[in-house]
């Protein structure tokens, strides 16, 4: 079964920027869509992001796009999400997933997991206004 493991939250000010990272094992990694999702206290689960097998055309929620950028290392498995502007709203669990092979797929956003891989702990992003 793939696993993940998230690095790189912390603590920043509303306006700032932070670089999550990602690395998968288990898995194939550079056979996957790969993505990002988020969770805040109390609220559900919800995609941010995801990107191809080859790294081209990613994809972004409306509520990061234009300040968030996805990337891509296959030969370190690793997975990264930029994120810049950050706003109260980004506070979140951030959690890194497998979403499918080959590219992304048109429900990526609502994906919710799947039996080849182990949510990861994720990495708490948290801004201060």
């Known amino acids: 079964q793939g696993q993940v493991v998230e690095s790189g939250g912390g603590l920043v000010q509303a306006g700032g920027s932070l670089r999550l990272s990602c690395t998968a094992s288990g898995l194939i990694f550079a056979a996957y869509a790969m993505g990002w999702f988020r969770q805040a206290p109390g609220k559900e689960r919800e995609g941010v992001s995801c990107?191809?097998?080859?790294?081209?055309?990613?994809y972004y929620s409306e509520s990061v796009k234009g300040r968030f950028t996805i990337s891509r290392d296959n030969a370190k498995n690793s997975l990264y999400l930029q994120m810049n502007s950050l706003k109260p709203e980004d506070a979140a669990m951030y959690y890194c997933a497998p979403i499918a092979v080959g590219d992304c797929p048109g429900s990526w956003i609502t994906f919710t997991g799947a039996r080849y891989f182990a949510w990861g702990q994720g990495t708490q992003v948290t801004v201060s206004s």
């Open positions: 990107i191809g097998w080859r790294g081209g055309s990613p």
